[in-house]
């Protein structure tokens, strides 16, 4: 875990892990688990395996190019893409489960995917990604472009925010 977060530069990366233990673990709990104390969330002393990208199989009926509307999209999340540089890309992710009305981007929440990880407590197995969220700028698209605009969250202490989520909340 120590050597993830140093290479991806999120120094708080096991207390991150541990919140995220904690919500999984008590997803009825009604505290944002951020806001638990971190001596109250559990405690991971394990390995870790990580990989450099996800993929997803699914069925567009609208598309028949593929192997009868079967597409496989990839979600990368590497240190070195293709020998020359970093490839961090963005995902979407299913967080306003709240309010099932909401449709389209407002339905979504914008996170850059820094690692994917996964790693065994209590006998289960948790996919995870590390991501930094971005806020969408307005509450909807661009006049001129037609597209949202967005830009990395911070913290209070105006610190990148970053969370660790599970691969399942990813749409």
Not at 24 to 50: K, N, T, W
Not at 102 to 127: K, N
Request: proline share 9%; glycine share 6%; charged share 20%.
């Amino acid at each position: 875990m120590e050597a993830l977060a140093i290479e991806i530069e999120v120094p708080n990366l096991a207390a991150l892990l541990r919140w995220f233990l904690f919500d999984q673990l008590y997803p009825d709990d009604p505290h944002d688990p951020s806001q638990i104390p971190i001596a109250g969330c559990p405690r991971f002393e394990g390995s870790i395996s990580v990989f450099n990208s996800a993929s997803a199989r699914f069925y567009v009926p609208s598309d028949l190019s593929g192997l009868g509307g079967m597409r496989t999209e990839f979600i990368r999340s590497a240190p070195m893409w293709r020998n020359e540089a970093p490839r961090y890309d963005c995902i979407f992710v299913g967080t306003n489960a709240s309010d099932p009305s909401e449709t389209g981007m407002r339905a979504y929440d914008i996170a850059w995917v820094l690692a994917f990880f996964s790693f065994s407590y209590r006998s289960v197995c948790y996919p995870c990604a590390v991501t930094r969220w971005f806020d969408k700028i307005g509450d909807r698209p661009d006049e001129d472009t037609g597209m949202w605009k967005d830009q990395p969250s911070t913290l209070p202490n105006r610190s990148p925010h970053f969370v660790v989520i599970h691969i399942d909340a990813i749409y």
